[in-house]
């Protein structure tokens, strides 16, 4: 075998975003959750972690950059990651590159991360959940860990808590378990992106700063200080989860959206129920809540569900590719962009104005007042910085072409570096 060897694994893992919302933990050291919560995970090509992992018998230590810069690798939520993923390496051959590593050397060979987020990171888009979820599997991957997706759940989870969720797509419950050690604490998918596939998903990001109260904080301080969490967690939400399962398991929309809805308000509400309170939506926030109640009070019927987790951001899921063309509209018209500046509303090469059936400023300009605003030419100029466009999605899954590496093969560290 070689003297100087690299092996590299590189895998992408999709974010989501929870419709029942976790909140709160009974175990800090293992992050377990005080009630279960939902998911949709959405299409990892518009929202998701890009992570590669190298490892050389060159490199003396561990290290990790994220999004081009260099990141200590203290932190024990990246430790017990890869402390739980090397306990369960395997013996792994590359017969074409002449490298053959045993199960006992995994403990003392060192590592190279490279991730990269597509998105906004900490500003409440669950981008932590789609990092570590993609570290694990990309090292499992690496490291030839057998262990099934609930394991694989188990050991994101003590990463980020919501990243067990993003080990699967499509809709994924992640049970809080009973077990002190955590161990019944995994992710398990409830259906596949394919089973609900009309649902059309709209993020407006309203801010892509960080947020002022990290959710780790934030949800230390709700338990030790709001009652309305204890309440939600054991009174609330485990027939709320319940009723979530059927309308998902039913492609029943109109329960699905009063849930969302419903869920989101009320983990609001908590964070406002804590000493000091916590503030993680803002005004436009709230002006996005009252477009969609509008509409679907007019309606009769449920439209359109939004919810937001720790951050100001919306997600809004539309019933179908019709109403998601409409809610675009609506939301154009309400938060046009600042100084008719277009660029900004381009995701990747495509502009969401032709999901909302548009073609030109000029179009955003002409749009009608929606029927159910009473005070029309409400507009709020480049209040929401820019829309993506997305849907259920699948899982995490490994990228083959080399050229979507984030780390030089020739030198072992991340590229452009």
């Known amino acids: 075998m070689a003297a100087e060897w690299l092996l590299m ?55 990790m950059w994220l999004n081009g810069k260099e990141i200590a690798l203290s932190g024990g939520r990246f430790q017990s990651c890869l402390r739980e993923i ?13 490298i053959k590593i045993k199960k006992e050397d995994w403990e003392k060979l060192h590592v190279h991360i490279a991730s990269y987020n597509n998105f906004p990171t900490a500003a409440g888009l669950a981008s932590s959940a789609a990092g570590l979820a993609c570290l694990v599997f990309t090292l499992g991957k690496l ?48 259906a596949d992106e394919a089973h609900w596939d009309d649902l059309v998903i709209i993020i407006a990001v309203v801010s892509s700063k960080q947020k ?45 959206a009063r849930l969302t809805c419903t869920d989101s308000n009320q983990f609001h509400a908590v964070c406002m129920d804590t000493s000091p309170p916590i503030f993680y939506m803002n005004d436009t926030s709230h002006r996005i809540i009252s477009l969609v109640e509008k509409w679907n009070h007019s309606e009769g019927t449920p439209q359109v569900a939004y919810t937001f987790d720790a951050g100001p951001n919306a997600v809004l899921i539309a019933r179908n590719r019709k109403t998601a063309t409409l809610l675009l509209q609506r939301l154009l018209y309400c938060f046009p962009p600042q100084d008719n500046d277009l660029d900004s509303y381009m995701v990747g090469d495509k502009s969401i104005l032709s999901d909302a059936g548009l073609q030109s400023i000029a179009d955003v300009e002409a749009l009608p007042t929606p029927p159910e605003m009473k005070t029309p030419n409400q507009k709020f100029k480049g209040d929401v910085s820019y829309f993506i466009c997305s849907r259920p999605g699948a899982g995490p899954k490994v990228l083959v072409d080399e050229s979507q590496a984030l780390i030089d093969s020739a030198t072992g560290l991340a590229k452009g570096v």
């Not at 262990?147 to 499509?170: K, P, T």
């Not at 309305?228 to 939400?237: D, E, G, S």
Request: neutral net charge; aromatic residues 6%.
């Open 9 to 63: 694994a590189t895998g992408r893992t999709p974010t989501n975003i929870a419709v029942i919302k976790y909140w709160g933990k009974r175990d800090e050291a293992l992050i377990l959750p005080v009630n279960d919560s939902i998911s949709v995970t959405l299409d990892p090509d518009h929202l998701s972690a890009t992570t590669t992992v190298a490892v050389s018998p060159s490199f003396p230590s561990d290290r």
């Open 86 to 98: 090397r306990k369960r390496a395997r013996d792994v051959e590359d017969e074409k590159k002449g």
């Open 143 to 190: 490291m030839n860990v057998k262990e099934d997706y609930g394991e694989l759940s188990s050991i994101a989870r003590q990463g980020s808590g919501s990243a067990c969720r993003s080990i699967y797509g499509g809709f994924v419950k992640w049970c809080m378990g009973k077990n002190d050690d955590g161990s019944d604490s995994i992710a398990v998918q409830l």
């Open 212 to 256: 002022e109260t990290s959710s780790t904080s934030g949800m230390r301080d709700s338990v030790e200080t709001s009652p309305l969490l204890q309440y939600r967690a054991q009174t609330v939400v485990p027939s709320r989860i319940l009723k979530m399962e059927e309308a998902i398991k039913k492609r029943d929309f109109e329960s699905f």
